[in-house]
């Protein structure tokens, strides 16, 4: 019998890995570290990096310092929490019913499943620009259809209450394919033995979806939920082109901060210590999700 | 098993390979910058058919410029060609290499090749970057080099614009300035006279009121309330931004606030210029096209687009001033890099399309912008097309024409201006409050030498 050692593994290992690896390494953790370098520094962006004439200079923790003891950074963090606290729960229920609806057998099913997903595959910038012009006050769609109801529709992306919502309303139809179909997946996943048996017991359709169908996707909802999470904190595209972070402020996200910051005010050593805050607070938030997740996610046995 | 000698090789082997391929990849920038280091040139200086073979080695050796710009993109590409081919026809021992971006991408790009020293020999920036890249020391000081050029050619203004502390880091290459533009079928019909050139802020309002009544639809008048518009604004009514040395902001003061109140309470008080609801994503030069709108403050690259595309009866004048007149530019120019080992050719290049009147001559037959340069024959063809047929006012606002307050901190500075103002127009904050607290932030954040 041949003998397997340790090391034979990783000397077959490591050729698959090589290609994949020197990516990752030159691509991810490289620039990863010059970055974390340089959010120590006060380099501009411009200058050609010589250590020795002293470009850039280091400030230790000066840029972070500047960042959090500032104002902007928390109401950027606020009008983040917004996008949260909004995004989150509407698109797990929009996605949850998409994936309930895509579930059952009927026909031309696979059509819906397309149309679903289309706004995943369309670019942001003609999504964002459809909607400003769906979300236009005067000529727009959605206030044309409140206007049928008697209700007076605010000035979406030009009134600075209203913007935020109106960003997580393209971010919705945006993002709503993509985890309809992960919770499509999580659904034809359940044995529908469970169903007949909460049926015998006499459960109905409701009941069913509480106490069946939701524990069952809990994993499910957890992952989609980190997803998520994580994609908000990094909001950009829609910002940069439905509001440019306006109207006066009110949709400044950070990610808006740290491009504004490296490509147009030159300050790439602040905006590196501002990409690593983020980065800390996305995986503050993530482990505090993996401790949690033991409280609500059941995976099927 | 211990690997065995073959096996290292193997992946010896590999590393080198991939080490090679990295080494090529980023060689590939520096050995064409090396091409163009090796030719020593001396041709710069001497224009026209220059074809002594002084120099070394007896074969007559071209020097290539590297030149990016991004104001050639979209209709203007062909017309940046005609200026090369005539700039390549007078120095045979010049080539130059034209790279063209898209506005969109064009600063990011030209930062991180800046940055990482692989920038073009020469290359276009606009007035707000000129100044961040000027004062981070990455631009050639053009003085020396000015020898006999004679500078009187250009307008003096625009010159100005592309010095900092005392040196020349740019030449203009076009120029742009603001006027009033008015639909004269809107005044006719609200039975008011044109607008002249010593209309004050007071005439305007009263037109732009009697025209705003003509409809719902129909608006007075149009003058965006940001950064650019204000610095102007407010020396028309006797401010400025900053006090005269540029040691302080001064963006608070009495007459600033009288300033703001006045361009606010044409959007919240009477009207006559829509909200942002109202214009609802519409562009303000799309609101003068559909005729809805009596009068616009922008700028004169409105030209091609208004005549192609307006059918009623359309003029322009010199903007109303209050208690001054001040009338305001953009430019763009034109920088060598300070790594450029050819620059003295690439000075050619700049001279030739900033000053030569063959390049001033291409760009008024082609309506593109206007030259930043004084022949008064060139400028009399420009006078001669019409609409509008006030062009002289084009020439008459130069009089007037201030520029904006510059520190290195630019583009923050403007933004900081820009959002407080916003707050102000959408009446979230009066126009006193908005300017303290921009005043404030400015203290805060940008430094002032």
């Not at chain 1, 949709?251 to 491009?259: D, L, N």
Request: aromatic share 14%.
């Amino acid at each position: 019998m041949p003998r397997v050692s340790k090391h034979n593994g990783w000397f077959a290992a490591i050729w698959f890995l090589l290609p994949c690896l020197t990516g990752l390494i030159l691509f991810n953790l490289i620039p990863v570290a010059g970055a974390f370098t340089l959010s120590f520094t006060d380099w501009d962006g411009l200058k050609p990096i010589a250590p020795k004439d002293g470009v850039p200079a280091f400030v230790g923790l000066d840029n972070y310092a500047s960042i959090l003891g500032g104002d902007e950074f928390w109401r950027v963090l606020r009008n983040t929490a917004v996008y949260i606290v909004l995004y989150i729960p509407l698109i797990l229920i929009a996605s949850i019913a998409a994936a309930m609806l895509l579930h059952r057998p009927y026909r031309g099913v696979s059509v819906y499943r397309v149309l679903f997903y289309i706004p995943v595959l369309t670019s942001w910038v003609a999504g964002a620009l459809i909607f400003k012009s769906i979300l236009s006050p005067e000529y727009g769609g959605v206030n044309d259809l409140l206007n049928q109801f008697g209700i007076k529709g605010p000035g979406w992306l030009y009134d600075p209450n209203w913007a935020m919502p109106g960003i997580v309303l393209a971010s919705i139809w945006k993002d709503m394919g993509f985890f309809a179909l992960i919770f499509l997946g999580g659904l034809q996943g359940i044995d529908s033995s469970y169903y007949e048996a909460a049926k015998i017991d006499g459960a109905g359709p409701w009941r069913r979806f509480r106490h069946v169908t939701l524990p069952l996707l809990s994993p499910i909802t957890f992952f989609v939920t980190v997803i998520c999470l994580i994609f908000s904190f990094q909001l950009f595209p829609q910002v940069m082109i439905m509001t440019d972070g306006g109207p006066h402020g009110a949709t400044q996200v950070m990610v808006e901060r740290i491009y504004r910051y490296a490509f147009s005010y030159f300050k790439m050593g602040y905006a590196s210590a501002f990409s690593f805050i983020l980065f800390a607070i996305i995986f503050l938030f993530t482990w505090l999700q993996l401790k949690l997740q033991k409280k609500w996610v059941h995976y099927d046995a | 098993m211990k690997w065995n000698g073959k096996q290292w090789k193997l992946l010896a082997l590999c590393l080198l390979v991939m080490a090679m391929l990295i080494a090529g990849c980023s060689g590939g920038g520096k050995s064409t910058g090396d091409t163009g280091g090796t030719t020593s040139n001396s041709g710069g200086g001497s224009s026209q058919g220059n074809q002594s073979s002084g120099d070394s080695g007896g074969k007559s050796e071209t020097v290539t410029v590297k030149f990016t710009n991004f104001s050639a993109s979209g209709d203007n590409e062909k017309h940046l060609q005609k200026m090369k081919e005539e700039f390549e026809k007078q120095h045979p021992d010049i080539k130059v290499e034209i790279e063209t971006l898209a506005y969109d991408d064009y600063f990011t790009q030209m930062q991180t090749r800046v940055a990482s020293g692989t920038a073009p020999d020469a290359y276009e920036l606009n007035y707000e970057n000129f100044v961040s890249y000027a004062k981070k020391g990455v631009l050639l000081d053009l003085t020396p080099m000015f020898g006999g050029f004679d500078t009187s050619v250009l307008n003096k203004n625009a010159l100005e614009a592309f010095s900092t502390d005392g040196k020349q880091y740019g030449l203009p290459a076009s120029f742009s300035n603001v006027v009033l533009f008015y639909n004269k079928d809107l005044f006719d019909q609200a039975n008011v006279s044109y607008p002249t050139s010593d209309w004050t802020w007071a005439d305007a309002e009263q037109a732009a009121e009697k025209i705003r009544s003509l409809g719902d639809n129909i608006f007075g008048i149009y003058q965006p309330i940001q950064f650019w518009e204000f610095y102007k604004k407010v020396q028309q009514n006797g401010g400025s931004l900053m006090n005269a040395d540029m040691t302080q902001f001064t963006v608070d003061t009495p007459q600033n606030v009288e300033t703001l109140q006045h361009m606010v309470d044409r959007v919240l008080k009477t009207n006559v210029m829509p909200t942002e609801a109202q214009m609802a994503g519409m562009g303000d030069w799309d609101l003068f096209k559909s005729g809805r709108l009596g009068m616009l403050v922008t700028g004169i690259w409105a030209f091609p687009d208004f005549t192609q595309n307006i059918t009623f009866n359309w003029d322009i004048e010199v903007e109303p001033g209050n208690t001054a007149k001040a009338t305001h530019f953009f430019s763009n120019g034109l920088v060598i890099n300070k790594d450029s080992k050819v620059a003295e050719a690439a000075f050619e290049w700049l001279k030739f399309m900033s000053a030569s009147r063959e390049a001033a001559q291409i760009r008024v037959d082609a309506g593109w912008e206007l030259p930043a340069v004084n022949y008064e024959d060139v400028l009399d063809k420009y006078l001669q097309v019409t609409p509008p047929n006030n062009k002289k006012a084009v020439f008459d606002s130069l009089n007037y024409l201030v520029t904006p307050p510059v520190v290195e901190q630019n583009a923050e500075m403007t933004d900081i201006i820009g959002l407080h103002l916003q707050a102000a127009r959408d009446g979230v904050k009066s126009p006193a409050d908005a300017l303290r607290d921009a005043q404030k932030e400015l203290e805060q954040r940008i430094k002032l030498q």
